[in-house]
């Protein structure tokens, strides 16, 4: 693969830089010749999120220019947990879920980074190198340079220290973390982590860690360094990725390609831009042409493109239409949102719609009725004492203007 020299600027002009640990170096690294860096996954679910395949597009515009990408899959830190920026002990999992976890997301990996052909990226796993170590040795090697009273500090464990929970298990993933990046350099001459923000506080401990042990021993290990993203959030602030049935996940069994386009399609106006710039390759100054001439217009390309990169064109493709019949025609099509349930007869509108997922309560169906925002079979729903007729084998129920289901009897 040709190398190109600018990444970093690529990544600037995009909106993923958000923190280095030496900007200077960094952009020096990454335009004079190939590096080799990693991002972290844990396998904590059997899936991945849109803020991991945000990450993933930061590190596929590296691996584009020529750098040698790792992906960490964390079969070792996943039985601990990562406390960054929660309340509450991540739930413990067994070691047979986080295996299987591990297997489902290596085979997702594909979708976002090149893993065959040319400039292959590798997949490792912590679990490889951890679990063989003792518990005294670890202590003595990685634990004696870390300052309790530093770590406490951190905003990772701000929020456990709140509440008065942190465990001295959860203490210990930031060593871990740290020590993969040892590791990772010293077999493979990987000298940069990158990670969103939230990872600050973590990558940030591996390149200390590097500093400390090269001045306790005297070895010549070159400058590690730790590039973050922002986290993905909406121009309000608020963080993206959550829909009415929950986290906006990758695979079609959790979240629907149609729910999926919804969700972007529906994004806020001043969000449009920036989701362009991260989620297409599409030129900046092409982007900025499209947003200002028509933001509508604008809209259904990120959209479309968002669904592409993680669904394919084809099932993008499909989505599209059935969202562009729904909201000229109203007309319904297989790939409509479905839901099936056992009714038959007659039943009272307001316990009929609180069996659908679309909606979180009661309260909330006759809320929006009195707000004339439910329709069933294109007639609008005005009395919450109205019973619907369940002979038919379909429903079509739409919720405000954007939310449509097909509910099959």
Same mark, same amino acid.
């Given at each position: ?7 970093? $600027? ?9 923190? !280095? !640990?030496?900007?200077? /170096? !960094?952009?020096?690294?990454? @335009? ?12 904590? =679910? ?29 079969? =070792? ?25 591990? %297997? ?5 990996? /594909? ?22 170590? #003792? ?6 090697? +990685? ?64 390149? $200390? ?26 121009? $309000? ?9 929950? #986290? ?6 959790? !979240? ?24 297409? %390759? &599409? ?6 042409? &499209?947003? %200002?001439?028509?933001?509508?217009? =604008? ?13 394919? /064109?084809?099932?993008?493709? %499909?989505?599209?239409? #059935?969202?562009?019949?729904?909201? @000229? ?14 009714? @038959?007869?007659?039943?009272? +509108? ?14 909330? &169906? ?17 009395? &919450? ?21 097909? +509910?099959?009897?």
């Amino acid at each position: 693969m040709k190398f190109k020299n600018n990444a970093f $600027e690529q990544l600037e002009n995009r909106g993923f830089v958000f923190q !280095t !640990t030496n900007l200077e /170096e !960094t952009k020096r690294i990454l @335009s004079e010749g190939p590096i080799t860096f990693y991002i972290g996954i844990d396998p904590t =679910a059997d899936d991945l999120h849109i803020g991991h395949f945000f990450g993933l597009q930061m590190a596929r515009i590296l691996q584009d220019c020529g750098h040698k990408c790792i992906v960490l899959i964390g079969g =070792a830190t996943a039985l601990i947990g990562d406390p960054s920026n929660k309340t509450d002990m991540r739930k413990m999992l067994t070691k047979e879920e986080v295996a299987r976890n591990a %297997k489902e997301i290596k085979g997702l990996l /594909e979708r976002f980074i090149v893993l065959e052909g040319e400039n292959p990226a590798i997949i490792v796993d912590n679990a490889d190198w951890l679990k063989p170590i #003792t518990y005294i040795d670890f202590l003595r090697d +990685v634990g004696v340079n870390f300052n309790v009273s530093e770590m406490l500090k951190k905003d990772l464990y701000k929020n456990r220290l709140k509440q008065g929970g942190l465990t001295f298990m959860e203490m210990g993933y930031m060593l871990m973390q740290a020590f993969d990046f040892i590791h990772l350099n010293d077999k493979f001459g990987c000298v940069l982590q990158i990670g969103g923000s939230d990872q600050w506080g973590n990558i940030v401990a591996g390149t $200390e860690l590097s500093r400390k042990m090269n001045f306790k021993d005297g070895t010549e290990r070159p400058l590690m360094m730790g590039l973050t993203c922002p986290l993905l959030t909406n121009a $309000e602030g608020i963080k993206m990725g959550k829909t009415e049935k929950g #986290t906006l996940w990758v695979s079609r069994s959790k !979240t629907s390609a149609f729910d999926f386009f919804q969700h972007f399609v529906n994004c806020l106006d001043a969000d449009v831009e920036r989701l362009l710039r991260f989620f297409t %390759k &599409i030129d900046v100054k092409e982007i900025q042409r &499209i947003c %200002k001439e028509d933001i509508v217009k =604008a809209k259904k390309l990120m959209a479309f493109e968002v669904t592409k990169l993680v669904h394919g /064109e084809v099932e993008a493709e %499909k989505v599209r239409k #059935t969202s562009e019949e729904l909201f @000229s025609k109203g007309k319904a099509d297989e790939n409509m949102p479905t839901e099936e349930i056992k009714l @038959s007869g007659k039943i009272n +509108v307001v316990d009929f719609l609180s069996q659908l997922s679309i909606f979180n309560s009661k309260s909330e &169906i006759r809320r929006l009725i009195e707000q004339n925002g439910i329709m069933i079979d294109d007639k609008k729903v005005e009395n &919450i004492n109205e019973n619907i007729d369940l002979t038919k084998k379909e429903i079509i129920v739409k919720k405000g203007k954007k939310t449509f289901l097909k +509910v099959k009897l």
